[in-house]
C-alpha cells in the first residue's frame, strides 16, 4: 500500500520502534484494488465465518459454498476474486472455515 492511496484525515502516523504504524481511524482508502485468489482459503474463511457464524459447514455442497464465496467475497466485502474456483480450491475453503468454526462454538 502507498501514500498515494490513502487519504489523510487528521494525522500523518504513528511511529515506533524504526517502524511506521498507520493508525486506521485518521486514514481512508480510496481505490485500493484488492484481490483474493481461490487459493487464498484462509482469507475466505475468515470472511465467511463473519458473515455465516451460525452456519456448519460441512452441511453445504460444494456449489451452495461457491456461491456464499462470491456473495460475500465480491458483492459483501468489495473484492475480486481470481483464478479458477475448482473443487480442490472449495474443498480447502471449506477445511479451512469448518477449523475455524469448530473454534469458535467449542
Request: hydrophobic share 35%; net charge negative; glycine share 2%.
Amino acid at each position: 500500500m502507498t501514500a498515494a492511496n490513502m487519504k489523510k484525515l487528521s494525522c500523518l502516523a504513528i511511529t515506533k520502534c524504526s517502524c511506521l504504524f498507520i493508525c486506521k481511524r485518521h486514514f481512508t482508502y480510496d481505490n485500493i484494488d484488492v484481490t483474493l485468489d481461490w487459493e487464498n482459503a484462509d482469507d475466505i474463511a475468515d470472511l465467511l465465518l463473519e458473515e455465516y457464524k451460525h452456519v456448519d459447514p460441512l452441511t453445504l455442497r460444494f456449489e451452495e459454498l461457491e456461491n456464499m464465496v462470491m456473495d460475500t467475497v465480491v458483492k459483501k466485502n468489495k473484492k475480486k476474486l481470481s483464478g479458477r474456483c475448482n473443487e480442490g480450491a472449495l474443498e480447502n475453503i471449506q477445511m479451512n472455515w469448518l477449523e475455524k468454526y469448530n473454534e469458535e462454538n467449542s
